[in-house]
């Protein structure tokens, strides 16, 4: 099984976040709708300077799970 980039996970992880957000707005209650603006504005900003946090956490998390020794 190949491995996934932090790059490619951190979009993977925003668009389960979207859907669940956006399904917890339709079914919970209405004020869940700023999470998914604060997703919106994280991704426009990751998009228009080029950094995203979640990139480089899961890339950091990745440097943690390969330094360990447990299978």
Do not use: H, Q, Y
């Not at 995203?52 to 330094?67: N, P, S, T, Y």
Request: with cysteine; hydrophobic share 55%; charged share 15%.
């Amino acid at each position: 099984m190949s491995r996934i980039s932090p790059t490619r996970f951190a979009v993977i992880a925003n668009g389960v976040l979207v859907l669940v957000v956006s399904l917890a707005t339709l079914l919970v209650d209405d004020t869940f709708a700023w999470g998914i603006v604060l997703m919106g504005g994280s991704l426009i900003f990751s998009g228009s300077t080029g950094f995203c946090g979640f990139a480089v956490i899961f890339a950091r998390l990745e440097r943690f799970r390969g330094k360990s020794k447990a299978p």
